[in-house]
């Protein structure tokens, strides 16, 4: 079962615009993560941020994490085409690491 | 290095065979993952290795399903006798250390169609 819910399930933007996901989750965790899943592809890990972390930085990336809330974002700053993909948060318990569904971002030229 | 790389990228076979689907986990990387995707539960982790021993197979859907890793550089999941709700890609993936502390390196998948 999931435990990430990623919001939203779609986004479409323009190319240059931000986009912004969110990511809420149930049980306390150690890190959570932020991947990345082209069309029939396998998923590629974009940052990490640990628990006692609020904000991480990767080049047009930023995420954030508020444990009050039990909750993530992920910003991409000045998206481009290239950015299209579906995007997954990722949360580890004690036991065994759950993906939310993720949402699947468009960006158009 | 070539990354974590599974075969077969696809697999088409009638309800009741047996398969077997098999990866190679990046070289040095001491945890090996098995993941199952669909559209309606999305991604679950199935079961994950450390060092060449299973760790935890509790996502393992029935006994129908097993999987090994005889050394550290390969692990299969065998589906016997398969049944076409199992039609799903198979992910593999790999980290260095530390469970789930640090990032996992995914294969490309196997699309299995259970017919």
């Known amino acids: 079962s999931q435990q990430g819910e990623e919001d939203p399930q779609a986004l479409s933007i323009q190319e240059g615009e931000n986009a912004t996901m969110n990511c809420s989750y149930k049980?306390?965790?150690?890190?959570l993560q932020w991947y990345r899943q082209n069309s029939g592809r396998g998923l590629v890990h974009l940052i990490l941020?640990?628990?006692?972390?609020r904000e991480k930085h990767s080049g047009r990336l930023r995420v954030t994490l508020d444990t009050s809330k039990k909750s993530s974002s992920l910003l991409i700053t000045a998206s481009r085409a290239a950015d299209t993909a579906s995007y997954f948060c990722?949360?580890?318990?004690?036991?065994?690491?759950?993906f939310g569904a993720g949402t699947r971002l468009t960006v158009k030229p | 290095d070539a990354g974590v790389i599974q075969s077969p990228r696809h697999e088409v076979t009638e309800m009741g065979q047996e398969v077997t689907l098999r990866c190679k986990p990046i070289?040095?990387?001491?945890?090996l993952f098995w993941y199952r995707q669909t559209m309606m539960r999305g991604l679950e982790l199935l079961i994950y290795?450390?060092?060449?021993?299973?760790?935890?197979d509790s996502g393992m859907p029935e006994d129908r399903f097993s999987a090994k890793m005889p050394n550290a550089s390969f692990s299969t999941l065998k589906i016997q006798p398969s049944e076409p709700r199992d039609s799903a890609v198979y992910f593999c993936?790999?980290?260095?250390?530390?469970?789930?502390?640090?990032?996992?390196?995914f294969g490309p998948g196997t699309r299995l169609t259970v017919l």
């Open positions: 993936a790999s980290s260095l250390t530390g469970r789930f502390y640090n990032e996992q390196f």
């Open positions: 049980t306390s965790i150690n890190n």
């Open positions: 941020i640990r628990s006692n972390e």
């Open positions: 990722a949360t580890d318990g004690d036991n065994d690491m759950r």
């Open positions: 070289s040095g990387h001491d945890y």
């Open positions: 290795f450390n060092n060449n021993v299973p760790i935890d």
